[in-house]
């Protein structure tokens, strides 16, 4: 059984900073391709940031150049460093693994940026 457990949300103003951890209890946690989605109130979950097994790296335009997703398999836990938020990037922030056809996902982590 896959777990992942999101921590790090938060309250930031905008132009703030937070980082986003997905600790995940799995053997093996090497070969999955980790990544980060958010749902917006109101809206569809969209893909933040994904990362594979080999640490090829991409993110949604709306993110690029801001956001930062990394792997420390060691630690069996995947980031999300967020710089120069906005109001928009308000949401609960998922977290999910993915093996083959297999998506396991976390119970999210609530970021709210706002003056």
């Known amino acids: 059984q896959v777990q992942l457990v999101e921590s790090g949300g938060g309250l930031v103003l905008p132009g703030g900073s937070l980082r986003l951890s997905c600790a995940a209890s799995v053997s093996l946690f090497s070969i999955y391709t980790m990544g980060w989605h958010r749902q917006a109130p109101g809206k569809q979950r969209e893909l933040v940031a994904s990362i594979t097994s080999g640490s090829s790296t991409s993110y949604s335009d709306s993110v690029k150049g801001r956001f930062t997703i990394s792997r420390d398999n060691a630690k069996k836990t995947v980031y999300l460093q967020m710089n120069s938020l906005k109001p928009e990037d308000t949401g609960v922030y998922y977290c999910?693994?993915?093996?083959?056809?297999?998506?396991?996902w976390g119970q999210g982590t609530q970021v709210t940026v706002s003056s």
């Open positions: 999910r693994g993915t093996w083959g056809p297999n998506n396991y």
